[in-house]
Structures are given as C-alpha cells and as structure tokens.
C-alpha cells in the first residue's frame, strides 16, 4: 500500500518489526510546491531488461550506495553510535527522536539516524521535518530503499507528484538492478496514472525476477486500470 510506512531496521517494543500504517493525510502547505528538484534529470530510468542466465537480481542492503565520500571507518562509527542511539532511547519513542536526532548531529553519515527520525516525525505529524530527515539519510546513502519509499509515500500524500516520482528515479539510477526500488516506482507511475511507463517497469523487473509477486500484482494493477481486462 502507498499509504504503508516501509521500514527496514526494528525499532524495539514500539511494534514498527513488520512496519506500520502511516498517519492520516496532512495537510498540504500552500508554499510546498509541486516541482523537480533542480539537481535531479528529466531523463527516466528504461525498464530493466533480461539479464545473464544464473545472475540473481538485487535487493539493495542496507549499506549499498553509501556516498564515497564517506570512509569504511566513518560508517563503522556511524553503525556503532546507531546501535548505541537505540539501545539509549527503549521503549520510549519522544526519548528516541531526540537521541537519533542528537546522534545524527554528532555523526551526519549515520543514514540509519536520519531514516529512523524521518519514521518518528512522521508518525507524529511533523511532515516537513521528516521530508528533510528522508532527504539526510539519501544524501548519505542514495538508494537506501526504505527512506526512498517513505519519502516518495509521503510526496505522493502531500499531493508532490513530481517530488516523488523523482526520489524514485534517482535512486534507481544509483541502483538499477534494486527490484525493490523497482517496484516501488512501479507504484508511483501507476498513482501518476502513467500507466504504458509502469507495465514496462513492471515487465522488466519479471525479466530479472519472474517469481516476483509484488511485480505481479502491480502489473495487474496497471492493466486494470488502464481497461485491459483482459
């Protein structure tokens, strides 16, 4: 679902395990724009296509596509004060913003912090704070699949069409293979009503992966709504 908050590390005891359904719909500032961020290109990722026999396709760990300018040891302390963070904070949810916001701030490369406050925030309604806390985690780890869902989610409720279909699509630039990310975009070209876009992005992700339920479903979806019943 689109209004579903994907998450990817547990926050213990506060029944985020298997993710959580968002928040109701905020409430869309008129100085919040609908347009493309200026960095980003106007050029769209093509379908994934039939890749070599015995090549799996690739789900995206949570390290992949870390900025290289941050060193393995910058991100080995960055792990380490993440898992100091959530064993500081227990149970208590306001205890853990203000921790992954403390340890974001003594260590910026941390995305794990960045992508956990985004979570907290916007369950607590604070949409732009956690907009700009999704944004820090890719800064730092541009195809982290998690913070790319959670942001194009919470664009596509704030009715930022173009923002979301943005985040998407650069992160599978970085990522092509991603079929995580893949099907995410799936999703946000079908909510844009682009549909012919979505059945190819949809049909290239079944020629790397062709058990790939998601993609099934998604694919179908399209079809529906375009009218090809059949």
Not at 193 to 220: F, H, S, T, W, Y
Request: proline content about 5%; charged content about 25%; some cysteine.
């Amino acid at each position: 679902m689109l209004g579903r908050i994907h998450i990817s590390w547990f926050l213990a005891g506060i029944c985020w395990f298997a993710g959580c359904a968002s928040a109701p719909e905020p409430i869309v500032e008129d100085s919040f724009q609908d347009q493309a961020f200026e960095d980003e290109s106007d050029i769209a990722p093509p379908p994934l296509q039939e890749q070599d026999p015995g090549m799996a396709s690739s789900q995206a760990p949570e390290t992949a596509g870390i900025r290289s300018g941050s060193s393995s040891i910058e991100s080995k302390q960055a792990s380490r004060a993440f898992s100091r963070a959530m064993d500081q904070s227990g149970n208590d949810t306001v205890k853990m913003r203000e921790t992954m916001a403390r340890t974001l701030a003594d260590h910026p490369e941390c995305y794990q912090c960045a992508y956990n406050l985004g979570v907290i925030l916007e369950k607590e309604g604070k949409w732009d704070a956690a907009v700009d806390a999704y944004r820090k985690a890719l800064t730092v780890n541009p195809s982290h699949s998690a913070s790319v869902i959670n942001l194009s989610n919470l664009y596509l409720r704030q009715k930022q069409t173009s923002r979301a279909k943005k985040v998407v699509e650069n992160a599978v630039r970085v990522e092509p293979k991603n079929t995580e990310l893949r099907c995410q975009l799936v999703r946000v070209l079908i909510s844009l009503g682009l549909l012919q876009p979505a059945a190819d992005q949809a049909k290239g992700v079944l020629l790397v992966d062709e058990r790939n339920v998601d993609v099934m479903i998604l694919l179908a979806r399209a079809y529906y709504e375009w009218g090809k019943f059949e």
